[in-house]
């Protein structure tokens, strides 16, 4: 089966074609950064009327590059939530359309379901079960995932997700937005143990997360080395951002540890833009290895919002025979 994928969630649009048989033939994605950087976030306004200028010519980019025809396309997948609903409705409405005039079905893809599959599309993939931890810019989660459709959930934030409070650190750092990259390319640069941040709710037993006491102390600790222009400075910004991504990591290697432990698995995922974080990825590969335990990730590129991963999760829930209405259906908000 081979399945045409589409992402349109949020500031990112990308598409992609998976062939069951033959894997990813191809995936392009254009970012919008540079349209939102400005406004220091996401306008929905603006994403919106992006996708629907580039959408078309990448799809058409990688149909060719996939040596692929309409009539060889077997459905059609698409991000249906959570994400801004503008923005989901371009992706919704392009695939739906399309999938009827190639009379192909059409499904709708959970974007969370995507970043958790992501890690399928490498040439060494976990095996089901494990534990997933699902942390991006509106998400961290704990989910024990038996196999694809069967997900609980073990945990999550109970205020920012994870990926948030990179962001809000970075705004507060001065760094430009997407914030996550920006403070852990700061944070290398730092001093390690020249302050220590609170690591949120690891003494508390469960595998609930809490940020936005550590985005508070952040900020307060900002204000207190603040030199005239508001910022502290470039050494101890530096530093800051260090310590920040050290109480974050360590936050998230303590909850997986004890997922683990909990459900006696011996498989992570860890998925989603955060799952990009190199100090994220070392840290977790040490404390897992320690209990026998393994951690598997996305490469890079498949770690944010891609096409890719939903061209394949809508392949697998094609393969299961799911399919949807010709009415087009998008959700803001969606539990997995
Ligand atoms: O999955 P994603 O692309 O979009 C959502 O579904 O939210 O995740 C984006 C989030 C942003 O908050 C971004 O700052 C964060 O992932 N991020 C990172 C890194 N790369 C992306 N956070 C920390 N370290 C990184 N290297
Ligand atoms: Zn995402």
């Known amino acids: 089966m081979r399945v045409l994928g589409i992402e349109t969630s949020c500031d990112e649009t990308g598409v992609a074609v998976y062939d069951s048989e033959r894997g990813l033939l191809a995936h392009a ?20 009327r992006d996708h629907v200028r ?40 392009l695939s739906r359309s399309l999938a009827y005039a190639w009379k192909v079905p059409a499904v709708g893809v959970h974007h969370m379901e995507g970043h958790l599959l992501a890690p399928m599309l490498e040439a060494q993939p976990p095996a089901f079960p ?39 650190a970075a705004r507060m750092l001065d760094l430009d937005y997407p914030g996550g990259p920006q403070v852990a390319k700061l944070a290398e640069q730092g001093e390690d143990g020249r302050f220590v941040f609170p690591r949120p709710m690891v003494d508390r037993p469960g595998l609930d997360f809490s940020f936005s006491g550590l985005k508070t102390y952040t900020l307060n600790t900002v204000a207190a080395h603040a030199l005239a222009d508001g910022l502290p400075d470039q050494q101890t910004c530096a530093d800051i951002a260090n310590a920040f991504q050290t109480a974050v990591v360590s936050t998230l290697v303590v909850k997986c540890r004890r997922a683990l432990e ?46 890719a991963m939903i061209a394949y999760a809508g392949c697998q829930r094609l393969l299961a025979g799911q399919q949807e209405p010709l009415a087009v259906n998008v959700r803001a908000r969606w539990p997995l």
């Not at 997933?132 to 073990?154: C, F, K, M, N, P």
């Not at 190199?278 to 890079?300: C, M, W």
């Open 29 to 48: 994605l254009y970012s919008q950064i540079d349209i939102h950087a400005e406004y220091g976030g996401v306008v929905p306004e603006l994403a919106s």
């Open 54 to 93: 580039k959408l078309l010519p990448l799809i058409q980019q990688v149909m060719a590059e996939s040596g692929s025809t309409p009539a060889g396309i077997d459905g059609v997948a698409y991000t249906a939530g959570p994400g801004l609903i503008g923005a989901l409705m371009v992706g919704a409405t």
């Open 130 to 168: 494990f534990v997933a931890l699902l942390v991006s810019g509106g998400h961290t989660q704990l989910v024990r995932v038996d196999a694809i459709g069967r997900y609980e959930l073990l945990g999550e934030s109970l205020d920012d997700a994870a990926g948030e409070a990179f962001d809000k």
């Open 262 to 307: 909990h459900t006696g698995m011996k498989t992570l995922v860890i998925a989603g833009g955060v799952s990009a974080n190199k100090k994220l990825r070392a840290d977790l590969e040490q404390a897992l290895a320690k209990i026998g335990a393994k951690v598997f990730y996305a490469r890079h590129e498949f770690c944010t919002d891609n096409g």
